[in-house]
């Protein structure tokens, strides 16, 4: 008696991959590729990155690690019922992350220690190792005070800029940001001077310096001298901020004794005190 065989052929579900497209992403971010890539098996798709010097991927989270352009291909291989899906790849552009650098201003009187510029950052990728190298800053002269930009650190009452003009990463590579830079101010400002280092009486009979000069101390702010009539003119050499000793000076044309009162310039102002003379 003669068997019959019959083959029955189960049909194996066709496994399709979908890959929605990735927008542009920045330097130093990372992505949950589970909400962009799917199979119709249900099975799990594995994503592998074709440029690793752009971007890695560990399970499904992907990191930016330089800017470029970053490809990626998903693959799922099947199983016992579902055929293999076709690879799919996608590419999308990692921009350069925005880096400011923001110097910080320094106000100091003339004469004291000056500090060093500090500053501050935003945008600096460090979760990746980035690290910013020692700056080198640049003083130049702003507003009225001429100061040619150097390295070195202005010590002249004035108004300077501290600027940075490049950046230096110790770890890392600026090729990855787009930097800009904010400068900072540097105010030295002049301290009032109440220093009288010599009062000279002008007269017909010879000029005389006066002896009160010892009575003046550099507590003072205001200094008294009674002069003859016979005195044309007094003569007060005060030393400024700077070091240069300035002259100032005031007629006598009245007879009789009169009192002059010397002020001490006021700070910041760089302004030569005038005596004023009174009865």
């Known amino acids: 008696q003669a068997v019959k065989l019959y083959a029955i052929w189960n049909a194996v ?13 920045t330097y ?18 594995t994503a592998t990155s074709n440029t690793t010097q752009i971007c890695t991927i560990s399970g499904l989270t992907l990191t930016a690690i ?6 990626i291909t998903a693959s799922q291989p099947g199983d016992g019922s579902n055929t293999a899906a076709s690879n799919v790849t996608r590419s999308f552009t ?3 992350k925005s880096l400011t650098i923001s110097v ?41 005070t001429y100061y040619g930009r150097s390295t070195i650190k202005p010590t002249a009452v ?10 230096s990463l110790s770890s890392g590579s600026t090729a ?33 310096s006066s002896n ?41 044309n009245d007879s009789g004794w009169r009192k002059l009162t010397f002020k001490s310039n006021e700070a910041s102002t760089g302004v030569l005190p005038l005596p004023s003379s009174t009865n």
């Open 66 to 71: 330089g800017a470029g352009t970053c490809s």
């Open 212 to 252: 009160l000069i010892t009575n003046f101390d550099n507590s003072r702010t205001s200094y008294s001298v009674y002069v003859a009539a016979d005195v044309s003119a007094v003569v007060a050499s005060i030393t400024r901020p700077n070091g240069t000793v300035s002259s100032a000076q005031v007629k006598i």
């Open 176 to 208: 990855n940001y787009q930097v800009s830079f904010v400068s900072g101010n540097l105010s030295i400002a002049s301290v009032a001077s109440s220093n009288v280092s010599a009062i000279i009486l002008k007269r017909a009979s010879g000029d005389t």
């Open 104 to 144: 910080g201003d320094i106000s100091a009187n003339f004469g004291s220690t000056i500090s060093n510029p500090t500053y501050t950052q935003s945008g600096l990728v460090s979760s990746l190792g980035d690290v910013i190298a020692t700056p080198t800053y640049y003083y130049s002269g702003t507003s009225s």
């Open 94 to 96: 990692v921009n350069k």
């Open 158 to 167: 004035g108004s300077y800029l501290i600027s940075m003009l490049s950046l």
């Open 13 to 25: 579900p066709s496994n399709v991959i979908t890959f929605n497209t990735i927008s542009s992403q």
């Open 28 to 45: 130093g971010q990372t992505l949950d590729l589970s909400s962009y890539v799917s199979a119709s098996s249900g099975l799990t798709v």
